[in-house]
């Protein structure tokens, strides 16, 4: 039983390692074109299609 708890922890520790050495994801680059002559911006497929 006494070995159960420790594989068990073993686990969680390795999997808490590798959750904290794994890179975040990427951040997204926002497409976001904005107007001097009104403050409004557009951003997403609208500013892609633009």
């Known amino acids: 039983m006494k070995s159960r708890w420790g594989r068990l922890f073993a686990m969680a520790m390795m999997a ?3 959750a904290t050495l794994m890179p975040a994801a990427p951040a997204q680059v926002q497409d976001r074109i904005c107007f001097n002559e009104v403050p409004d911006c ?9």
């Open 16 to 18: 808490t390692l590798l």
């Open 42 to 50: 557009i951003e997403g497929r609208f500013a892609e299609f633009w």
